[in-house]
């Protein structure tokens, strides 16, 4: 048991370290990454609802779940990520912070939209100053793209 606990917080120790030097690499943990990330995760699972309850998907041809649907979201949600990692480094080569920043609440607006979306086929209804706060959010990443 004790070796156990030994594999176990190894594990955990690089899993850290990993984890740790991926968040380094784009920019430090904020709280805007902090958004993002909890959208990606809710839109994921909503996806999952959606396609295993309602079976109304538009992400696979009967509407119903799909590994490979899920696989292509969950990577197609990880190539945001590296989106912004390379928009870190952007800021970091020019000289300005404002790019990670503009990307992030862009990449938040979509997941918000998509959430969203994903409500309405589940058909709960959300207050409209949900989705008006979404439209400033879109506004705010237009408005830090074309400014700078």
Same mark, same amino acid.
């Given at each position: 048991?004790?070796?156990?606990?030994? /594999?176990? !917080?190894? *594990?955990? !120790? /690089?899993f850290g370290a990993v984890v740790g030097g991926i968040v380094n690499l784009m920019g430090g943990w904020s709280e805007d990454l902090t958004t993002l990330l909890l959208f990606m995760g809710v839109d994921f699972i909503l +996806? *999952?609802?959606? !396609? !295993?309850? @309602?079976?109304? #998907?538009?992400? %696979?041809?009967?509407?119903?779940? #799909? %590994?490979? %649907?899920? @696989? &292509? +979201?969950?990577? &197609?949600? +990880? /190539?945001s990520l590296l989106v912004i990692l390379i928009a870190y480094r952007l800021d970091v080569t020019l000289g300005v912070e404002y790019i990670r920043s503009a990307v992030i609440f862009a990449f938040i607006a979509n997941e918000g939209i998509s959430i969203l979306e994903n409500l309405g086929i589940m058909g709960v209804k959300y207050p409209t100053a949900l989705k008006k706060a979404l439209d400033i959010l879109t506004s705010k990443a237009e408005n830090s793209e074309s400014v700078k």
């Open positions: 048991m004790e070796q156990l606990a030994n /594999v176990k !917080a190894y *594990l955990c !120790a /690089v +996806g *999952l609802l959606i !396609a !295993a309850l @309602w079976k109304k #998907s538009n992400k %696979s041809d009967t509407g119903a779940l #799909s %590994s490979y %649907s899920a @696989w &292509r +979201g969950l990577c &197609r949600k +990880g /190539v």
